[in-house]
Every structure is written in C-alpha cells, then in structure tokens.
C-alpha cells in the first residue's frame, strides 16, 4: 500500500496500469469460401470450402472452422445410377477461463480487469514476465490479487470437434414412373475437450 498522507504531486506521480487494454482487444472475422462444379452428361460433381476464423475481443479467445463438402452423381447405365455426399469439418474453440457464477471469476480477466487497483503493474519492469506470481512472494494490492493477464495467457481451455457425414445411394429405374432406391450414411464425430491449469497461478499454486 501507500501512506496515508500523500501530497497531490505524490499522488499524480503515482503509475497507473491499464489492465482493461490488456485484457481486451478489437475483435476480428476471417472468412473465405470457395466451390467448384464440373460434369458431362453421365456425371455431375459439385465441391464447396468454407474457413471461418474469429478473433474474440478478450486476449486468447478465437473460434475456427473449417468445412469441406463434395456431391457427385454418376449415370452408370440407362437404369442404375449412383449418388454419393461427403461433407467434412473442424472446429476448434480456445475459450474463456473463468465465469461469473463461482470463484473463478477472480481470474477472469474479462470480470477482474476493471477492479484491479490500476497502481498494480502488469509486468516486472519493462519485460513481459508477468508481475505478482505467487511464487515470487509478491501480491497485487487489493482484494483481488491474482494477475489474470497471466491466467488469460498460462490457462489452456480448448474444445475441438471434427465430424464426418456421407451418404450413398443407388437408384435403378425397374420403368417409367417406378424406381428403387437403397441408401445408407455415415455420422462419425470426434469431441475432445482440454482444459490445463498452470502452477504458476493463484489457483493452481502448491
């Protein structure tokens, strides 16, 4: 803390911090499509690819996707003729550590940044070696003491998910107005989550 009598030149002279520019930042969209379509008259394709990126306004949080689709219908002969679908994707999310229903939320920069006492460095002099570690033995003053710029950084909290759907059917035209068809599909999905808490932090500190 400081003492209780301070001049106001004392007072001016006194750092401030912006734990709000460091814990937010403009946002950004990426996005790219492209498709592709060829044939000839006993075969059609079409193709598609879509990328989708999005950098949240909170430091280390985004959001990618990415999809790919093919189609293609082929005339085997006069009766029998083959459809076939694939369509593939990833998506992949880093997300936010912390929320406001539980304690956690004291390491959340998106809810601490703006009340943490701005005389608290960020940073240990003028390298980006984050200041008030609980292994260093130095605390930020006030009643929020954890660094959460350095929680934002050293949490890892990762959902990813791929998926691939298909389907194939055959078609065979027994005469004009009647056709079979038998089909079948495929929906395979892989959710993996990943959640790391460092040592080096407040709550993971032993």
Do not use: C
């Amino acid at each position: 803390g400081f003492p209780a009598a301070l001049t106001d030149e004392e007072i001016a002279a006194i750092p401030n911090y912006d734990w709000q520019g460091e814990a937010f930042k403009p946002g950004s969209i990426d996005n790219f499509d492209a498709s592709l379509s060829a044939g000839n008259e006993n075969t059609t394709l079409y193709s598609s690819f879509s990328y989708n990126r999005q950098e949240g306004s909170l430091i280390k949080i985004d959001f990618e996707r990415i999809n790919g689709k093919i189609n293609v219908t082929h005339k085997i002969n006069e009766k029998l003729s083959l459809d076939m679908g694939f369509t593939l994707s990833s998506i992949t999310q880093n997300g936010p550590y912390g929320d406001a229903r539980g304690t956690t939320a004291f390491g959340a920069p998106q809810y601490a940044s703006p009340t943490i006492l701005p005389f608290n460095p960020i940073y240990i002099g003028e390298t980006k070696e984050f200041y008030g570690l609980p292994a260093s033995g130095v605390f930020l003053v006030g009643d929020l003491s954890h660094n959460v710029i350095a929680t934002a950084n050293y949490i890892k909290a990762q959902g990813k998910t791929n998926q691939l759907v298909g389907n194939a059917s055959f078609n065979y035209k027994i005469m004009d107005g009647l056709t079979v068809k038998a089909f079948g599909g495929l929906d395979y999905r892989n959710i993996a989550t990943t959640f790391y808490g460092d040592p080096r932090l407040n709550d993971y500190y032993a």
